[in-house]
């Protein structure tokens, strides 16, 4: 920590709300319903995805008619939907569960306000980021808090980035902008230099290619303090660029997959993974994965600096994240507190960011199993529950998906009686089902509903672009490639 003591925290003036502003706070009575009827039809739906199939199968293998099927090669394509099914509709009935606690528990017990507003160190890590750098200051000099500092790290950019954040540095009413460089050492490194240089109780993790929502600071601060066993706080990431299919595709992915995880995450502070572009943590939390995991041994090269987050994986979000929850810290998610980011625009970008991800996710999931020796099972069961039916059971199935996908098309396509008919069927209730979880979570983000249209290729993104990425980064780790920042 810096000896820089920080500034004196702010009182909250008495008149302001009591309470934190939650979902249904000014959402009008006709929204509250549409949005309590969607729900109630995808939990049907749910229930339906799970039992249905087991059904057919179970009469199937019992020699009744199903779809016109005869036993044989027929029983592959039941079977294999089946199982698809009632596991994608056994973790989906849980899910609704758990998001249905969640709104009955920000509604009937709102997030207090903080006394105060503690002094609040942002980090914004950069490399390359000429285009989108001034956009990024220029969202913190609107933000709704009174007291922060931004410290901007050039992580060895070869373009205009330094220069450009450069012109912002100085005091301003709310607070300083610090602008340093150093040689490339990874994101990781950046973050760690920010950490040595600030001087705030609680620190902010953006991304140089974000816009963080003017009110997030306040919403994530008051959601951290509202409990002292809350040690950091994830925020909403927003797709900023929706120019094609592939960005509505990677927006729904963010809103429908990753936003319907966080919010039962946040129930049980499990949330996994607290993304680069809005994080929010405590200092001491920070101190204590940093006395605990992350003092580099002997002499490093150039550019690198110690502190909390690790280089050892491509994934030092998801990895100090694992290591606060370990700890024994309480993880929470507050989808109203927003950013915007830059998505990739093309298929080369996109798996080339989703290699790095996932290559880094093992990685993570690795060195959380080598720990377990360490801190073992007990009084842990919820964050080993987490990743076994999120990171595992994903990578479980994208490891499987492409050839079973294709599998399955070419039986529904050869003209085995029945087949067509079945996949139909089966495709159109994932359809229905996905609008309407699509609906439930833009509504909880208070996102645009323009992107549902790219629902209907959802099946191709995630199995041959998200798996195609995830099944050559199982390939690289297996055979140890190099990592390349």
């Not at 089946?82 to 920000?106: E, H, K, P, Q």
């Amino acid at each position: 920590m810096s000896e820089n003591s920080s500034p004196a925290p702010v009182p909250v003036p008495p008149a302001t709300p009591k309470t934190l502003p939650h979902l249904f706070s000014d959402m009008p009575a006709h929204r509250v319903v549409a949005l309590l009827s969607l729900y109630v039809v995808a939990f049907l739906m749910s229930v339906g995805l799970f039992l249905i199939p087991l059904y057919q199968v179970v009469m199937f293998l019992l020699g009744h008619s199903t779809w016109g099927f005869s036993r044989g090669m027929g029983v592959v394509l039941p079977l294999f939907l089946a199982v698809v099914s009632t596991g994608y509709g056994l973790r989906w009935i849980f899910l609704m569960v758990m998001i249905a606690m969640n709104y009955w528990r920000d509604y009937r017990h709102p997030c207090p306000l903080p006394d105060y507003w503690p002094f609040v160190s942002i980090f914004l890590p950069a490399h390359n980021e000429g285009d989108q750098i001034e956009g990024a200051l220029e969202a913190f000099s609107v933000m709704d808090y009174p007291r922060f500092e931004v410290i901007v790290v050039d992580d060895g950019s070869k373009d205009d980035t330094y220069d450009k954040a450069k012109r912002f540095e100085g005091n301003y009413v709310w607070g300083t902008i610090k602008v340093v460089k150093k040689p490339n050492g990874g994101k990781w490194s950046a973050l760690n230099l920010a950490y040595q240089l600030s001087s705030g109780e609680i620190i902010l993790t953006a991304d140089a290619d974000g816009r963080v929502d003017h009110d997030a600071l306040k919403r994530m601060v008051a959601r951290l303090m509202a409990d002292q066993r809350i040690v950091a706080v994830s925020g909403y990431t927003r797709v900023m660029n929706r120019t094609n299919l592939l960005t509505h595709c990677q927006t729904l992915e963010f809103v429908m997959w990753s936003g319907a995880l966080r919010i039962p995450q946040s129930l049980t502070g499990t949330v996994l993974c607290l993304p680069g572009p809005l994080s929010l943590f405590r200092r001491s939390a920070l101190e204590e994965v940093h006395k605990k995991f992350g003092v580099l041994q002997g002499e490093q090269k150039e550019g690198v600096y110690d502190g909390p987050f690790e280089g050892s994986t491509f994934a030092e979000d998801f990895d100090v994240t694992i290591a606060l929850l370990q700890l024994g810290g309480r993880i929470e998610y507050d989808p109203l507190a927003g950013c915007d980011t830059d998505a990739p625009e093309d298929v080369f970008t996109l798996i080339n960011q989703r290699y790095r991800w996932a290559r880094g996710s093992m990685q993570v999931i690795v060195k959380y199993f080598s720990r377990m020796k360490i801190f073992g099972l007990s009084g842990h069961f919820k964050l080993f529950s987490w990743l076994m039916s999120s990171y595992v059971y994903d990578m479980a199935l994208y490891m499987f998906g492409v050839g079973a996908q294709i599998a399955v098309f070419v039986l529904a396509l050869s003209g085995m009686q029945g087949a067509l008919t079945m996949l139909l069927a089966f495709l159109g209730y994932q359809f229905v089902f996905r609008l309407v979880i699509g609906s439930i979570m833009i509504t909880t983000h208070r996102e645009s509903f323009k992107p549902l249209h790219a629902i209907p290729f959802l099946d191709m993104y995630g199995s041959f672009l998200l798996g195609g990425a995830f099944i050559i980064s199982v390939l690289d780790e297996l055979f140890k490639s190099r990592m390349r920042w």
